[in-house]
């Protein structure tokens, strides 16, 4: 579940990137997805408040039986790209989370793919366009250098070229959740390519590290602690090793991964606020060339709800977001709502994740029927620009 740090850290990427050409989130989601069969995979209108604010921030749905997604320009008629064979091996397995059809589509958990399944796409989404891409467990205080090709899971920099569980999460499906930070600056990179043609070998060395080798169905994305993050990133080192090049992006280490230990944001005190804004201050103006982000830790993955410790790392750094690309009609406040908050009362729900003092309770409800147009009505309210 997304939460209170993952949005403050997808802020902190619009802060740093204001006017960066779009900002994606995929929503992965069986066929019936697409025409409303399963609203909930839809998530439109989830991170529409920054588009409201100036923001090209955009949730575009991943539909497995459409081959538009591996096809140049995400067109039919486009040329057909390397990743195209694994998409079409497991396009109604592995792209709902779990290898059976969307017809038995029950559980939230059902929904999630795997790590290897979700870096497939990351990688094809990179060959397609170039770009960066951040698991939102991260903060960003400044840019990364446009010139630092390559990736950084947990506890990775110049001197450790290995991932650190320390640095991880458990997820819902009790697997390690490593963050991750890639850039690949331009389109059809060599070592992005290598790695899509190691997804389409059915007999690669990477897919047999994540069971996908067609041998046994049940073992699929089976194998490993972290669903499949470590095949990935071992075939791309193949991959930079074969194209004669070097992890640009560890070797700037762009990450601070003090957090790993568990003990510097949750033992913080007010007395610490000085030497956190000193800091981030630091990481923001980035003079010596050190990190420019990092993790903000166990919290960032667990779905709970809560504030950062005054005098943390993450306190500071939240207070220096400022999203100010606000359009026009958004300025006048004269017909602003004050924002109720839930009476959290009994409720177990609201109380276990602490999301309720983060939310305005509702002012408008629509009752909802199957076929009844109340999804279109909602889009519809969605879309004012005060709303």
């Known amino acids: 579940d997304f939460n209170f740090h993952n949005y403050r850290a997808l802020e902190s990427y619009l802060n740093v990137y204001p006017d960066s050409e779009s900002i994606e989130f995929f929503v992965v989601g069986p066929f019936y997805a697409k025409v409303y069969g399963y609203s909930n995979a839809l998530s439109k209108t989830h991170f529409e408040k920054y588009s409201k604010r100036g923001y090209n921030v955009k949730v575009r749905l991943i539909n497995g039986n459409s081959n538009v997604h591996v096809r140049e320009s995400n067109e ?61 467990t991260l903060f960003q205080t400044a840019p990364l250098p446009k010139d630092a090709d390559g990736f950084v899971a947990g506890g ?18 009790n697997r390690k959740q490593l963050p991750l930070l890639m850039q690949f600056s331009k389109p059809r990179d060599p070592v992005l390519n290598c790695t899509l043609i190691a997804y389409d070998d ?14 046994s169905e049940e073992n699929m994305l089976s194998s490993g602690k ?29 990450v601070d991964w003090r957090n790993c230990d568990g003990e510097i944001d949750s033992n913080s005190t007010e007395d610490d606020s000085k ?21 903000l830790g166990k919290n960032s993955s667990n779905g709970n ?18 999203l100010n690309k ?13 924002c109720n908050k839930f009476p959290i009362g009994n409720s177990k729900d609201l109380k276990a994740n602490g999301k309720a003092k983060f939310q305005c309770s509702p002012t408008v409800f629509v009752p909802g029927t199957q076929k009844g147009a109340s999804t279109f009505l909602f889009h519809g309210i969605s879309t004012h620009p005060q709303f």
């Open 305 to 322: 709800w809560s504030s950062p410790q005054k005098g943390s790392w993450a306190h500071e750094a939240f207070s220096r977001i400022k």
């Open 76 to 136: 039919l008629s486009g040329k057909i790209l390397p990743g195209a064979d694994f998409w079409e091996r497991h396009k109604n397995t592995i792209f709902y989370g779990r290898n059976f059809s969307y017809r038995e589509f029950e559980a939230i958990e059902d929904a999630l793919p795997d790590y290897a399944t979700v870096l497939f796409l990351i990688c094809l989404e990179l060959y397609k366009t170039g770009g960066i891409y951040g698991d939102l």
């Open 156 to 173: 990775m920099n110049r001197e450790n070229d290995l991932a650190n569980y320390k640095c991880s999460a458990l997820t819902t499906r």
């Open 326 to 338: 606000w359009k026009s009609e958004q300025e006048d406040q004269s017909c602003q709502v004050k």
């Open 202 to 215: 059915e007999k690669s060395d990477l897919n047999k590290c994540i069971g996908l080798t067609g041998e």
């Open 275 to 295: 030497k956190s804004a000193d800091l981030i201050d630091s990481m923001v103006l980035n003079e010596s060339n050190g990190p420019v982000a990092f993790w």
């Open 226 to 254: 972290d669903g499949g993050l470590s095949c990935v990133l071992d075939q791309m080192g193949k991959c930079m090793k074969k194209a004669n090049r070097e992890n640009e992006l560890a070797k700037m280490s762009p």
